[in-house]
């Protein structure tokens, strides 16, 4: 009868064994996640940014026939657009505030129409009690004061509602690129066992 006979513990391979094979993970899911708040963060600070500017500009302070004397309240010591309807005959104004200083009107930096009005005059509001004086051979409810967009307002436009979106949606599209590719080019980790 044979008994097994056990060897005694040989030691270490002498043929060097192969590397592990490094095992590359893909992104985490927050990187989607993040990708797509910004693109969301992008278009809401845009829309914010528009309806803020139209919003400003389609509020009517006052509004009066173009012809006689109306007196109005509007807010004090801020610049205004005196806005007539664009087809027809503009009417000759002026204005007085509630102390009896004359409000001068001047030419607005650059063409300005809302709806079918033209800005055709801007001026300080004075203490926003005003008194206006017209003439028009067409009466009709035409002379409209309302805020007039300066080259600041235009700017801040220009810097916040469109240069931050572009900024904010570009990097979540490039994170989403980013992270879309490496989902798909790297290797999973395998399943242990």
């Not at 914010?48 to 012809?67: E, M």
């Not at 930096?109 to 003439?135: E, K």
Request: hydrophobic share 45%; with cysteine.
């Amino acid at each position: 009868m044979l008994w097994p006979v056990s060897m005694p513990y040989a030691g270490p391979s002498p043929y060097p064994s192969a590397p592990p094979v490094p095992v590359q993970k893909g992104p985490r899911g927050w990187w989607f996640v993040l990708g797509v708040i910004l693109v969301i963060a992008s278009i809401a600070v845009f829309a914010v940014s528009i309806a803020g500017f139209l919003r400003t500009f389609a509020h009517t302070d006052a509004q009066f026939p173009d012809d006689g004397r109306h007196q109005v309240v509007v807010p004090a010591h801020v610049e205004r657009g005196l806005y007539v309807l664009a087809d027809v005959s503009h009417p000759s104004c002026s204005a007085r505030d509630g102390t009896g200083a004359r409000i001068r009107f001047h030419r607005p930096g650059s063409d300005f129409t809302y709806n079918s009005s033209i800005a055709v005059a801007t001026f300080d509001t004075g203490d926003g009690r005003l008194t206006f004086s017209c003439r028009s051979p067409d009466v009709i409810d035409a002379v409209r004061i309302a805020a007039v967009p300066n080259r600041h307002d235009e700017a801040r436009l220009a810097l916040i509602g469109i240069g931050l979106p572009l900024l904010i949606g570009g990097a979540g599209v490039l994170v989403l690129v980013v992270a879309t590719i490496l989902w798909f080019t790297r290797r999973r980790m395998p399943a242990t066992p």
